[in-house]
């Protein structure tokens, strides 16, 4: 099929994943930093502190990085004045233990209520439904282990004491508490606007959910043709799918309903992703069925998949019917299948891979009375879909 493909829209992922644009001076003024540095060891600054362990040289480099950090983060971002005079304290006391830690002073006790301070701070921003990214997520990391050379334990030949081991224990809590602050925030940020990201479409101000790539919808109503293309869309593929009501039917055709459980089960075919058929509504490249209270497959609607990655899909609906694409995605291959999306410290589960990018997709709903036949259905009203089909005679 031929189909008409729209370019008004661009794709975005996920800041969790990426640099804001708006942490884009803190970035700038990290680089300054390291130029900065660079040029007074060319000019013979290297022996500003030469009695300086590398431990010790390493903490006032990890101090100086968050402290420029933050002094980005205080121009460059569109906060209110208060939260922008808490950015530059913060610059600045965290510069200020910087310059004790190269007299030889030490960080002491006001160097760990700073770190503290600001690890926690950020904890609340995430939790509070700011959208992280890697600026913030390095910083903060970055911070955690300046702290942790600002409490270790000194060296004892006696093994590790009761301090050392509780310290490790806090260390290793602050790394688990910023990834799951970062992991929180990412989705409380997707979420905070329920009018910003709507489907899989995501208007002004919308933040995409760790995972998905979503495009960015301009803000105007379909036109007639399009909102005729899009119901003939639907009406087409609930004629054409019918006959793998029976998951028996769409076994022998190919899909892959083994194991079938759940409410959103995808019964892929691979023969089907490798058709070169675009928005075929007879021979979608997956099925998507669930099991209802009574044990019953049904039938919800199916997934169409472009044949290749950055290809974009035709969205003959316009804003009704657009795609949208997952990024970092963990894939195991023993079985083959998604098995969930990479953390905010890079990692997948053992035994599976990250896969970047995928190729764009589209779900069409063909289930009686869906909300919103194409995109996100939700699950409260799957399930209470399934419950009045399992109440029928």
Request: hydrophobic share 50%.
């Amino acid at each position: 099929m031929n189909l008409p493909v729209e370019q008004e829209h661009a794709a975005g992922g996920s800041p969790l994943y990426q640099i804001s644009a708006e942490h884009s001076a803190a970035v700038f003024a990290l680089g300054l930093l390291l130029v900065g540095m660079w040029l007074l060891r060319q000019r013979g600054a290297r022996d500003l502190a030469p009695s300086l362990a590398p431990a010790d040289w390493l903490l006032a480099g990890l101090l100086a990085a968050s402290a420029a950090i933050h002094a980005g983060l205080a121009i460059g971002q569109d906060h209110a004045t208060g939260i922008r005079l808490l950015f530059l304290l913060d610059a600045l006391a965290l510069g200020v233990i910087a310059r004790r830690v190269l007299a030889g002073a030490g960080a002491g006790r006001l160097g760990v209520a700073v770190l503290a301070a600001s690890i926690l701070a950020y904890w609340g921003s995430a939790l509070g439904g700011a959208a992280p990214d890697q600026v913030g997520l390095a910083t903060k990391l970055g911070e955690i282990l300046a702290l942790a050379i600002v409490v270790r334990p000194a060296p004892s030949r006696r093994g590790p004491s009761l301090r050392s081991v509780a310290g490790s224990f806090a260390i290793g809590l602050l790394v688990l508490g910023t990834a799951t602050s970062s992991w929180v925030g990412a989705f409380r940020a997707s979420a905070a606007d329920p009018g910003a990201v709507a489907g899989h479409h995501v208007h002004a101000g919308g933040v995409a959910p760790p995972g998905t790539v979503l495009p960015v919808v301009p803000e105007r109503e379909p036109t007639a043709a399009e909102r005729v293309a899009a119901v003939d869309l639907v009406n087409t593929a609930r004629v054409a799918l019918a006959r793998y009501a029976d998951p028996a039917v769409a076994a022998a055709d190919g899909y892959r309903v083994n194991g079938l459980a759940g409410i959103d089960f995808h019964a892929a075919n691979a023969a089907n992703e490798n058709d070169d058929r675009v928005l075929d509504p007879a021979h979608p490249e997956t099925l998507v069925y669930a099991v209802a209270p009574d044990g019953r497959p049904v039938l919800m609607g199916a997934m169409f998949l472009m044949p290749k990655i950055g290809a974009p899909g035709p969205t003959i609906g316009g804003p009704l019917t657009v795609w949208h694409a997952h990024e970092h995605v963990c894939f195991s291959l023993t079985p083959p299948g998604l098995a969930g999306l990479l953390s905010p410290l890079g990692m997948c589960p053992v035994g599976t891979i990250d896969m970047p990018l995928t190729a764009e997709m589209i779900h069409i709903w063909i289930v009686p009375g869906a909300p919103e036949p194409f995109g996100d259905l939700d699950e409260a009203w799957k399930r209470a879909y399934l419950q009045a089909t399992a109440t029928r005679p």
